[in-house]
């Protein structure tokens, strides 16, 4: 945990949004379908608080969680800056797999948008959703971030000498066995875990969850910077259909592969 801390201490994660804002829209229009119209959310893993923001915006209650105690720091800021403390119940520093503070059944729908990236043994993955689920009222909704490991697979692929030690090819498959991937670049990101695309359902299904629907958070990572300069170029309603498309074919299951990040939707049973 304390590599997790240091990494998030140097990287500028309000800036990462901001940067790849397809992600961020996709995720919305979707956390947004299922959410209730008004009630308590928690943010678990919430970062500098961009989602916290946004649904402190549209009128929700928010408890924000992370484990970096800067972040939550800018989050208070930010609060404070765009003028929403009033919405958030609390903010905390605290490890996504003990939620102490926090009570049973506490709120009406619960993010977890970090958490699952970066637990690599199987017993803390399972103890974070176990908490999620601890937490969020019966039927309530999740919302859950997930890696794909085949998009990891082709990215290492793609550009070998970017993303060691997975530059050979016996690297290679055996991360596509385990799934953990460790940079041997130092000041990388941190040691992170990636799901098989078809092992998600049934691993949040066994925590205890009804799986709704599993996106592509942001299909659109396929295109590069060129093509994306095309679109922009086109002008702004152009550009406008070309995320519009983005989010509609989130759902496709046959190209979530090539989507970075995946958004997990289920309801607790």
Not at 134 to 150: E, H, S
């Amino acid at each position: 945990m304390s590599k997790i801390i240091s990494y998030y201490d140097q990287f500028d994660e309000w800036g990462r949004l901001d940067r790849e804002p397809i992600e961020f829209q996709v995720n919305w229009h979707y956390i947004k379908k299922y959410l209730p119209k008004i009630g308590h959310v928690l943010d678990n893993g919430a970062g500098p608080g961009k989602y916290s923001m946004r649904l402190a915006k549209e009128g929700y209650r928010v408890t924000l969680t992370d484990l970096t105690p800067r972040l939550v720091e800018i989050a208070k800021n930010k609060a404070e800056e765009l003028g929403l403390e009033a919405q958030f119940e609390g903010l905390y520093s605290v490890n996504a797999r003990e939620l102490k503070m926090l009570d049973a059944e506490q709120f009406d729908a619960s993010l977890m948008l970090g958490p699952m990236y970066h637990l690599q043994e199987e017993k803390d993955r399972i103890k974070a959703v176990q908490e999620l689920y601890r937490v969020t009222k019966q039927n309530g909704f999740v919302f859950v971030a997930f890696m794909p490991r085949i998009r990891h697979i082709l990215t290492s692929l793609l550009s070998p000498e970017n993303w060691k030690p997975n530059n050979n090819m016996d690297t290679i498959v055996q991360f596509s066995q385990s799934g953990c991937f460790n940079h041997a670049d130092e000041g990388r990101f941190t040691g992170a875990y990636y799901f098989n695309i078809e092992d998600i359902n049934p691993f949040m299904e066994a925590q205890g969850f009804e799986n709704i629907q599993l996106i592509g958070s942001n299909v659109g990572t396929i295109l590069n910077g060129d093509s994306w300069n095309y679109w922009k170029d086109q002008g702004e309603r152009e550009l406008q259909k070309v995320i519009d498309l983005i989010i509609e074919k989130g759902t496709d299951p046959y190209i979530l592969g090539i989507s970075s990040h995946l958004l997990y939707i289920g309801r607790k049973k």
